[in-house]
T-cell receptor, first 112, second 115 residues
Framework: DAKTTQPTSMDCAEGRAANLPCNHS???????VYWYRQIHSQGPQYIIH?????ETNEMASLIITEDRKSSTLILPHATLRDTAVYYC?????????????WGLGTSLAVNP | GAVVSQHPSWVICKSGTSVKIECRSL??????MFWYRQFPKQSLMLMAT?????????EQGVEKDKFLINHASLTLSTLTVTSAHPEDSSFYIC???????????FGPGTRLTVT
């Protein structure tokens, strides 16, 4: 079962920041939060991941609350090409393997 | 960098036949590869994890004799759907984890239609 919950869908105006929330209240202390996105009928694309601290890269910023029970992915200036399903995922370490447990994601529509 | 390819990108086969899907890491070595299945409007479901040179670890409910996984080299894993049935029609996606790193990089997916 997925360890995250996200809104089913969101809208954002082109050029504005898109803030995508995620709840992961049962996350364990050593489990990472990952964000991927999937454009229709394509493979998922890695965006960012973090454990405790906020993270930023060329694509997005990840804000993790101090209690680690929720996080927010920020796309600072959304474009039409950012329209996709965004998945917030907890990485589970199972023995020697690290598995990504996927939920249903948030369908983000960026509107002109 | 970190490009993963899949072949074929789509395939149509008749019920009862077998289909092989290839997953390649093009510019890195992947000790671990993952196979997922995705039905329309649903999320990705992990089917199995394969480590190079050893047997794949299947998720609960996934038939290992039906979905044969081979990970013979650090850049290639294959998934064979044996005796395919219409209910096996789905979008199959592989991912590869670069040795020494945690991120998974995904292939573009293979659309399988069984008639």
């Amino acid at each position: 079962d997925a360890k995250t919950t996200q809104p089913t869908s969101m809208d954002c105006a082109e050029g504005r920041a898109a803030n995508l929330p995620c709840n992961h209240s049962t996350i364990s202390g050593n489990e990472y939060v990952y964000w991927y996105r999937q454009i229709h009928s394509q493979g998922p694309q890695y965006i960012i991941h973090g454990l405790k601290n906020n993270e930023t890269n060329e694509m997005a910023s990840l804000i993790i609350t101090e209690d680690r029970k929720s996080s927010t992915l920020i796309l600072p200036h959304a474009t039409l090409r950012d329209t996709a399903v965004y998945y917030c995922i907890v990485r589970v370490d199972a023995g020697n393997n690290r598995k990504l447990i996927w939920g249903l994601g948030t369908s983000l529509a960026v509107n002109p | 960098g970190a490009v993963v390819s899949q072949h074929p990108s789509w395939v149509i086969c008749k019920s009862g036949t077998s289909v092989k899907i290839e997953c390649r890491s093009l510019d890195f070595q992947a000790t671990t590869m993952f196979w997922y299945r995705q039905f329309p409007k649903q999320s990705l479901m992990l089917m199995a994890t394969s480590n190079e040179g050893s047997k794949a670890t299947y998720e609960q409910g996934v038939e290992k004799d039906k979905f044969l996984i081979n990970h013979a080299s650090l850049t290639l894993s294959t998934l064979t759907v044996t005796s395919a049935h219409p209910e096996d029609s789905s979008f199959y996606i592989c991912s590869a984890r670069d040795t020494g790193y945690y991120e998974q990089y995904f292939g573009p997916g293979t659309r399988l239609t069984v008639t």
